[in-house]
């Protein structure tokens, strides 16, 4: 019996494209299939605990009672270990890899460059995580504002007018006040703070 193959090698995004390509009805059904597939997979369960777009979508087409099964007998292989640095026990439990990550949110791989010198950038339907999590939008939780852009996306989306960008052009895209950025950081250094009042008592 041959051993699987990696779970990082089973997703890739969704392919390369061409430097003018746009996208069709046809191109976001195929996006849409391939997503909704991958949720409804064992694998599903780890998109739920993941934050911004992807946590969305997820809950879009993942039974929420799925999260009290867990984790995975994967685990070990791509889950996120949580350690404090000084304990015997560290606790586990099941994350998506870069490859999941990238599936989920619709991005293509495009040539930039030459025969000679390739190159490429990525564009996606969806800002990925980390991207989402340096916005102005962002204040560490799933706000008002943060479903209402959701909405508003998938809506310009299922019309067939939606533009795809790169993880710079999703920073110039989405203009939200940037006191709510200010506001999450005051928040941080706030739970930092008294975290390290109460560690230190």
Same mark, same amino acid.
């Given at each position: 019996?041959?051993?699987?193959?990696?779970?990082?090698?089973?997703?890739?995004?969704?392919?390369?494209?061409?430097?003018?390509?746009?996208?069709?009805?046809?191109?976001?059904?195929?996006?849409?299939?391939?997503?909704?597939?991958?949720?409804?997979?064992?694998?599903?369960?780890?998109?739920?605990?993941?934050?911004?777009?992807?946590?969305?979508?997820?809950?879009?087409?993942?039974?929420?009672?799925?999260?009290?099964?867990?984790?995975?007998?994967?685990?070990?292989?791509?889950?996120?270990?949580?350690?404090?640095?000084?304990?015997?026990?560290?606790?586990?439990?099941?994350?998506?890899?870069?490859?999941?990550?990238?599936?989920?949110?619709?991005?293509?791989?495009?040539?930039?460059?030459?025969?000679?010198?390739?190159?490429?950038?990525?564009?996606? *339907?969806?800002?990925?995580?980390?991207?989402?999590?340096?916005?102005?939008?962002?204040?560490?939780? *799933?706000?008002?504002?943060?479903?209402?852009?959701?909405?508003?996306?998938?809506?310009?989306?299922?019309?067939?007018?939606?533009?795809?960008?790169?993880?710079?052009?999703?920073?110039?895209?989405?203009?939200?006040?940037?006191?709510?950025?200010?506001?999450?950081?005051?928040?941080?250094?706030?739970?930092?703070?008294?975290?390290?009042?109460?560690?230190?008592?």
């Amino acid at each position: 019996m041959e051993p699987k193959p990696p779970l990082a090698d089973r997703f890739s995004g969704l392919g390369y494209r061409h430097p003018d390509y746009k996208p069709t009805a046809v191109d976001h059904g195929v996006y849409e299939m391939l997503w909704e597939r991958f949720l409804r997979s064992p694998r599903g369960r780890a998109a739920l605990f993941a934050s911004g777009v992807v946590g969305c979508l997820a809950r879009l087409v993942v039974d929420e009672d799925l999260a009290s099964l867990g984790p995975s007998g994967e685990v070990f292989e791509t889950g996120a270990r949580f350690w404090d640095g000084r304990s015997l026990t560290a606790y586990w439990d099941d994350a998506l890899t870069d490859q999941e990550i990238e599936l989920i949110c619709g991005v293509y791989k495009i040539a930039t460059g030459t025969t000679d010198d390739p190159q490429t950038t990525k564009i996606s *339907w969806w800002p990925k995580p980390i991207t989402f999590s340096t916005l102005g939008l962002n204040m560490g939780w *799933w706000s008002p504002d943060c479903e209402r852009w959701f909405q508003q996306r998938l809506l310009i989306i299922k019309s067939g007018n939606a533009k795809l960008h790169t993880q710079k052009q999703w920073k110039r895209t989405i203009k939200f006040f940037q006191k709510s950025r200010q506001v999450a950081i005051a928040n941080e250094k706030a739970a930092a703070q008294f975290l390290t009042s109460v560690l230190h008592t």
